[in-house]
């Protein structure tokens, strides 16, 4: 069973641009408005506003950050096919 208070989640945001960007986090919507005040990754802040597209929740950080390697890895029509396919959690 996973903690919610321990919990780490994976995220897909889309970007004003269109491009998607993936990261980790515990609280997501608080990094969803770091992102959008330009205070997240470096990609993101010339790309805002950015809108949460996917999350997935993980009981252990290094489980999250191997599903965000593995999502990285897929292409754009992949990441946008694992979005329509599983909506946010």
Not at 68 to 73: F, P
Request: proline share 4%; net charge positive.
């Amino acid at each position: 069973m996973i903690n919610p208070t321990e919990s780490w989640y994976t995220y897909i945001l889309q970007c004003a641009d269109g491009s998607l960007y993936t990261g980790i986090a515990r609280d997501v919507i608080k990094r969803l408005a770091e992102h959008n005040q330009g205070k997240g990754a470096r990609y993101t802040r010339s790309r805002r506003p950015c809108l949460l597209r996917f999350m997935e929740r993980h009981a252990a950080r290094s489980s999250a950050q191997k599903r965000e390697a593995e999502i990285k890895k897929l292409s754009p029509e992949q990441k946008r096919a694992l979005i329509l396919g599983c909506p946010i959690q």
